[in-house]
Nanobody, 115 residues
Framework: QVQLVESGGGLVQAGGSLRLSCASSASISRFHVMCWYRQAPGTQRELVAVITRSGSTDYADSVRGRFTASRDNAKNTVYLQMNSLKPEDTAVYYC?????????WGQGTQVTVSS
């Protein structure tokens, strides 16, 4: 069973930065895509960023230009660098990994941006 563990969340002022990490217990090369989602209270889970096995990325319009996804295959870890944070970025952030027949989720990490 694959485990994904997110870390790096916390409380930051608007305009600040955080870097989230998602460490996998398995080689991330087995996943054709890894994603970052977020969910604020009372809202649906929202796709924030995607990074493919080849390193291609895509982002939600709300974060494009501020967030950057990256991966370190040697560490089996993906990252989400979040800059110019806004109060509306406050949410629990989840890492998701997609293999051919399975999808895995982390437990989430809280990001709170104060105004």
């Amino acid at each position: 069973q694959v485990q994904l563990v997110e870390s790096g969340g916390g409380l930051v002022q608007a305009g600040g930065s955080l870097r989230l990490s998602c460490a996998s217990s398995a080689s991330i090369s087995r996943f054709h895509v890894m994603c970052w989602y977020r969910q604020a209270p009372g809202t649906q889970r929202e796709l924030v960023a995607v990074i493919t096995r080849s390193g291609s990325t895509d982002y939600a319009d709300s974060v494009r230009g501020r967030f950057t996804a990256s991966r370190d295959n040697a560490k089996n870890t993906v990252y989400l660098q979040m800059n110019s944070l806004k109060p509306e970025d406050t949410a629990v952030y989840y890492c998701e990994a997609e293999a051919t027949w399975s999808t895995y989720w982390g437990q989430g990490t809280q990001v709170t941006v104060s105004s």
